[in-house]
């Protein structure tokens, strides 16, 4: 109904051969290795399994907050052309990513095939990182913090024209984007998406300082030095429903410097302000923090490389189900108070 056989988007589509997944039961995911908590996605490959494009992203915010029918088809066209350069010998074969299973992961074997169940793909994302936490691989920053927004570096894209540069901030006006830049590349290798983009900035090494990134100007492809913030790589976790999340069930900000020195405390530290607690915390009475409160330390800690609020510092260094002792000020008084984080095993 959205794409018509005789619209434009229609006519690049009849040129596609359309396979919709609906179980990842024998679907190699080490191919087709993405953000398993997106809603949609799509890859755009050929027979001998040459992936062209992705397609897909979202936020916390929505499901559908980078998708868009226009950019769909500029996508639908681009895929067309580097099929074309391929079969010509002009576009290098990619090496093809080692075969990863589902049936590989045994919790997943348990929960789905030994259910008869749906091996579905918030599922997959979901014990693989069980397994690394199991096996002592998985690195909280890289693993529960996937698809770093590019907008934390200060680029918005005009969605619907697919990877044009709409607006620039920060980050990204110091390295000397512009709007109108179409984004080309990065680290090198080529992106035609915003997918495609995503994708590639979640592949960075949380501890990378700058990033590359090839842009297409006047006719021109020029290069910028991209100085990448602190915490480029945070995003909002609670649409994920991770098992290894460690739940705390309240929101809070950090203290700008300023404040932190009016209180005494650290200007490093990770001190922050309870902005909202959950209704489930004072149903289950896992801790008795307020809105207003300030959590300066966690077990005695009050700083840390990575975490810029006790919340963030929580779900870093802390398993899933750990109890930790808070200290917290309320009304200029100091305490100590107990906090139970929950593991959660989301079916979903």
């Not at 080490?30 to 992705?54: C, H, S, V």
């Amino acid at each position: 109904m959205l794409s018509p056989a005789d619209s434009p988007r229609g006519k690049l589509l009849t040129q596609y051969v359309l396979a919709r997944i609906t179980r990842m039961d024998d679907i190699d995911v080490g191919l087709f290795d993405r953000d398993w908590n997106n809603t949609l996605y799509f890859f755009a490959l050929n027979a001998n399994e040459q992936i062209y494009f992705r397609y897909g992203g979202r936020d916390s915010e929505s499901p559908d907050t980078f998708l868009n029918l226009n950019s769909l088809e500029l996508a639908l066209a681009k895929g067309l052309e580097l099929h074309k350069q391929y079969q010509e010998g002009k576009l290098a074969k990619a090496e093809r990513p080692k075969p990863v299973f589902p049936r590989e992961f045994p919790l997943l074997v348990e929960r789905t095939f030994a259910r008869n169940a749906c091996v579905e793909c918030h599922l997959i994302g979901d014990f693989i990182n069980q397994h690394r936490e199991l096996d002592g691989t998985l690195d909280k920053v890289t693993h529960m913090f996937r698809s770093p927004d590019p907008r934390t570096l200060g680029i918005h894209v005009d969605i619907p024209k697919g990877l044009v540069v709409k607006e620039v901030r920060e980050a990204a006006k110091d390295a000397g984007i512009a709007p109108g830049d179409r984004i080309a590349s990065l680290e090198g290798v080529p992106v035609w998406t915003f997918a495609d983009f995503q994708y590639r900035l979640d592949k960075l090494p949380r501890k990378s300082e700058f990033v590359r990134i090839g842009l297409e100007r006047a006719g021109s492809v020029v290069e910028a030095k991209l100085a990448l913030p602190v915490r480029w790589w945070y995003t909002d976790l609670r649409f994920r429903q991770m098992t290894i999340d460690p739940r705390v069930y309240f929101d809070s900000r950090p203290l700008s410097e300023q404040r932190k020195r009016e209180l005494g405390l650290e200007p490093a530290g990770f001190a922050s302000e309870v902005t909202h607690v959950d209704a489930f915390a004072e149903m289950v009475k896992s801790h008795g923090l307020k809105a207003g409160d300030i959590v300066i330390a966690v077990d005695g800690v009050r700083t840390d490389p990575d975490a810029n609020t006790a919340e963030l510092f929580i779900k870093l260094r802390r398993k899933a189900g750990d109890s930790v002792t808070l200290e917290v000020m309320r009304g200029g008084r100091k305490m100590q108070m107990p906090l139970r984080t929950y593991r959660m095993a989301f079916r979903k």
